[in-house]
Protein backbone atom coordinates (compact mmCIF):
# COMPACT_ATOMS: atom_id res chain seq x y z
CA UNK A 1 0.00 0.00 0.00
CA UNK A 2 1.69 3.39 -1.19
CA UNK A 3 0.56 6.63 0.76
CA UNK A 4 1.53 9.89 -0.65
CA UNK A 5 4.67 11.73 1.01
CA UNK A 6 3.70 13.66 4.02
CA UNK A 7 3.55 17.12 3.95
CA UNK A 8 6.59 19.39 5.91
CA UNK A 9 3.72 20.41 8.63
CA UNK A 10 2.59 16.71 8.78
CA UNK A 11 6.55 15.50 9.62
CA UNK A 12 6.52 18.35 11.81
CA UNK A 13 3.41 16.90 14.12
CA UNK A 14 4.99 13.81 13.68
CA UNK A 15 8.33 15.06 15.14
CA UNK A 16 6.83 16.61 18.06
CA UNK A 17 5.01 13.20 19.24
CA UNK A 18 8.56 11.55 19.05
CA UNK A 19 10.14 14.18 20.63
CA UNK A 20 7.22 13.78 23.66
CA UNK A 21 8.73 10.27 23.42
CA UNK A 22 12.09 10.51 23.86
CA UNK A 23 12.46 11.03 27.69
CA UNK A 24 13.10 7.64 29.46
CA UNK A 25 10.99 9.75 32.39
CA UNK A 26 8.06 9.80 30.05
CA UNK A 27 8.34 5.97 28.69
CA UNK A 28 8.77 4.95 32.33
CA UNK A 29 5.82 6.65 33.22
CA UNK A 30 3.73 5.39 29.79
CA UNK A 31 4.83 2.33 31.33
CA UNK A 32 3.60 2.08 34.75
CA UNK A 33 0.30 3.38 33.19
CA UNK A 34 0.34 0.00 31.12
CA UNK A 35 -1.02 -1.58 33.90
CA UNK A 36 -3.83 0.56 34.25
CA UNK A 37 -5.23 4.09 35.73
CA UNK A 38 -2.91 5.75 38.09
CA UNK A 39 -3.38 9.05 40.65
CA UNK A 40 -0.21 11.00 40.08
CA UNK A 41 0.78 9.44 43.88
CA UNK A 42 0.62 6.42 42.60
CA UNK A 43 2.92 6.99 39.36
CA UNK A 44 5.38 8.73 41.63
CA UNK A 45 5.89 5.54 44.01
CA UNK A 46 5.79 3.22 40.78
CA UNK A 47 8.71 5.76 39.39
CA UNK A 48 10.44 7.33 41.97
CA UNK A 49 10.11 10.33 40.26
CA UNK A 50 10.02 13.36 42.07
CA UNK A 51 6.84 15.14 42.39
CA UNK A 52 7.57 18.43 40.32
CA UNK A 53 9.20 16.31 37.32
CA UNK A 54 6.32 13.63 37.25
CA UNK A 55 3.33 17.11 36.62
CA UNK A 56 5.82 18.35 34.12
CA UNK A 57 6.26 14.75 31.89
CA UNK A 58 2.70 14.42 32.22
CA UNK A 59 1.44 17.71 31.33
CA UNK A 60 3.62 17.07 28.39
CA UNK A 61 2.31 13.44 27.60
CA UNK A 62 -1.45 14.26 27.94
CA UNK A 63 -0.87 17.82 25.48
CA UNK A 64 0.66 15.35 23.30
CA UNK A 65 -2.19 13.05 23.40
CA UNK A 66 -0.39 9.80 24.83
CA UNK A 67 -2.18 10.21 28.29
CA UNK A 68 -6.06 11.06 29.30
CA UNK A 69 -6.70 12.43 32.87
CA UNK A 70 -9.73 12.44 34.87
CA UNK A 71 -10.24 14.51 37.86
CA UNK A 72 -12.16 12.69 41.20
CA UNK A 73 -12.46 15.09 44.12
CA UNK A 74 -8.38 16.67 44.74
CA UNK A 75 -7.07 13.17 43.09
CA UNK A 76 -6.19 13.41 39.54
CA UNK A 77 -6.29 9.92 37.63
CA UNK A 78 -3.74 9.30 34.54
CA UNK A 79 -4.35 6.45 32.16
CA UNK A 80 -3.24 5.52 28.52
CA UNK A 81 -5.30 7.33 25.96
CA UNK A 82 -5.20 4.08 23.61
CA UNK A 83 -2.97 1.26 23.15
CA UNK A 84 -1.06 3.11 20.49
CA UNK A 85 1.65 3.55 22.13
CA UNK A 86 2.51 0.60 23.38
CA UNK A 87 2.60 -0.75 20.17
CA UNK A 88 5.19 2.15 19.13
CA UNK A 89 7.35 1.08 22.01
CA UNK A 90 6.89 -2.74 20.77
CA UNK A 91 7.77 -1.71 17.41
CA UNK A 92 11.27 -0.54 18.53
CA UNK A 93 11.87 -3.12 20.98
CA UNK A 94 11.67 -5.31 18.14
CA UNK A 95 13.91 -3.52 16.26
CA UNK A 96 16.56 -3.38 19.00
CA UNK A 97 15.81 -6.99 19.02
CA UNK A 98 16.60 -7.95 15.19
CA UNK A 99 19.24 -5.50 15.67
CA UNK A 100 21.13 -6.94 18.22
CA UNK A 101 20.83 -10.18 16.90
CA UNK A 102 22.49 -9.04 13.50
CA UNK A 103 25.67 -8.00 16.16
CA UNK A 104 25.71 -11.29 18.10
CA UNK A 105 26.07 -13.00 13.98
CA UNK A 106 28.42 -10.16 13.68
CA UNK A 107 30.28 -10.40 16.37
CA UNK A 108 30.31 -14.12 17.02
Known amino acids: MSRKPLSTEQLGFIA ?8 PSRLEILNTLREGERTVS ?5 TGLGQTNVSKHLQLLY ?9 DGVSTYYRLADGDVLRLCELMCGRL ?3 ARVKKRLFA
Not at 63 to 71: E, I, Y
Open 16 to 23: DRFKALSE
Open 63 to 71: ASGFVDRRK
Open 42 to 46: EILEA
Open 97 to 99: EAE
